[in-house]
């Protein structure tokens, strides 16, 4: 067993299953990249302010650059009795260079360290996940300019409601990401600032320079009160925040991915690459990783809730439950940026099919409010044109038929207002064509939009 950086003060060590509850160094050895720079930017400010001579500092920042390089071709092991990342890389660092390694801790608690390593990485895993967010609006990009003139049913209520272009459905994904990827955005703004030099939690007697640190790690600003430096995980709990309203619309697109692929709807396919089959049926393609986009909402959810649980009840400055923020952490930054790769994948590779969703629009009532507006714009109240086709859809339903294969003395019978061209309007494309308000799914708008998105893309 090694011996505990605290173990002055102790008369008898834990057992190996305590230490086993205690450690953190199962998951933390995550942050060894970013522990390590902490560090060599805590010993060269050191040696600048002269709390380190420079031979001293010097030696040190020798031993700790091996370390990196050791880390990075994974030779290094840790112990379980030696807790975290931080009392490993201590001991790991005088094993190194002897004795003089214990000097690396000057002014530095393990409570500002952790928060430094937590900042670096989070700080770097949101900015992967930015660009992966763009990887798959990308995508999106490219199935939605090809598909401008296919027209699907639009649904609320998952009922059919109006004609639309898929290309304006898929743009509606393709916004929500922009907002996720503005939110990821912002949240950088409290991720980047620099909790180092904050001391346990009342700062040090040393005559540190925390601006110096924080510029070597390249954080943009510093943290004023050092209770606050290493008592709050807010930035944490912003990031899990964005991510649950970044997986949410996943989940929503993955579900209507499922949808899609069913033989009931038959609107999309698939690659192979993406989906699976089952041991037992030999027909089925089934889509695995949207389904698992899905399931994975609910871990990141999770992960949210288990951190505000967690800080609720906590009292300044920093507590062991603190040791809790990781693992949530870690597990949401794979599951999103994993999510999204699969995500990219799906769309760029998936097959649209066109013709069902054509068929399934020429074959339903979603061209009722055509009619319906038809009417209104002729001088009758929206209210009565509603009522009238409304009739008219139950007839058609009574009688197998649907609007367009009703004949003009048909319709004379429900309106006289109604005249040849009536049946132009009911037609899918015509309905999609005229919806031509801002933003609206008319082709016009949605190339609009498409030349906006591209813009943003391009601004980054
Ligand atoms: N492993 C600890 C954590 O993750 C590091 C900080 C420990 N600080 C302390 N005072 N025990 O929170």
């Given at each position: ?30 942050l060894?990249d970013e522990d390590i720079e902490g560090s060599i930017a805590h010993v060269t400010m050191l040696m600048d302010n002269?709390i380190l001579?420079?031979?001293?500092g010097n030696?040190i920042l020798?031993g700790l650059h091996?370390l990196a ?17 931080h009392?490993?890389l201590?001991?790991?660092l ?10 690396l801790h000057t002014g530095r608690?393990?409570?500002d360290q952790v928060a430094t390593d937590m900042h670096l990485y989070?700080k ?68 980047d600032l620099c909790p180092l030099g904050a ?7 040393y005559?540190i320079d925390r601006l110096q640190t924080a510029e070597i790690l390249g954080f943009q600003g510093i ?238």
């Open positions: 067993m090694s011996q505990k950086v605290w173990s002055g003060r102790f008369q008898k060590q834990p057992e190996d299953w305590v230490d086993e509850f205690n450690a953190s160094i199962p998951f933390d050895q995550q060894v002269k001579t420079s031979e001293e030696k020798g091996s390089d050791k880390a990075k071709s994974k030779e290094l092991t840790y112990s379980t009795s030696l807790e975290d990342i009392c490993n201590e001991k790991l005088t094993d190194e260079v002897g004795e003089i390694g214990g000097k608690s393990r409570n989070l770097r895993r949101v900015l992967e996940i930015i660009e992966s967010i763009e990887e798959l609006q990308e995508n999106l990009l490219v199935q939605a300019e090809e598909h401008v003139y296919t027209i699907m049913p639009g649904y609320t209520h998952l009922q059919r409601a109006q004609p639309i272009s898929f290309s304006h459905h898929l743009m509606a994904y393709f916004w929500m990401l922009e907002r996720d990827k503005d939110r990821m955005k912002n949240g950088l703004e409290r991720i001391g346990a939690l009342a700062g040090t007697t005559p943290y004023e009160n050092s209770m606050d430096a290493v008592s709050d995980r807010d930035f944490i709990l912003e990031f899990l925040s964005n991510s649950s309203i970044l997986m949410m619309h996943l989940s929503r697109f993955a579900e209507e991915l499922i949808l899609w692929t069913s033989q009931e709807f038959n609107f999309v396919e698939l690659d192979d690459t993406f989906t699976t089959g089952s041991s037992i049926m030999p027909q089925k393609k089934n889509p695995d990783m949207a389904e698992l986009v899905r399931g994975k909402t609910g871990r990141v959810y999770g992960n949210l809730f288990s951190l505000l649980t967690v800080l609720k009840g906590l009292p300044l400055a920093y507590n062991k439950d603190m040791q809790e923020d990781k693992e949530g952490m870690f597990d949401t930054v794979e599951t999103t940026k994993g999510s999204l790769k699969i995500f990219a994948g799906m769309v760029g590779t998936m097959k649209v099919n066109k013709a069902s969703m054509e068929k399934a629009v020429d074959e339903d009532f979603s061209n009722a409010t055509e009619l319906a507006d038809y009417l209104a714009t002729k001088g009758i109240p929206f209210r009565q044109a509603h009522e009238i086709v409304g009739q008219l859809v139950l007839y058609c339903i009574q009688n197998n038929c649907y609007l367009k294969d009703l004949s003009i003395s048909q319709f004379k019978e429900a309106s006289t207002l109604i005249e040849n061209d009536i049946y132009d309007v009911l037609s899918p494309k015509m309905a999609v064509e005229r919806r031509n308000s801002y933003g609206g799914t008319g082709f016009d708008q949605v190339k609009e939009q498409l030349i906006k998105a591209k813009k943003k893309l391009k601004q980054g």
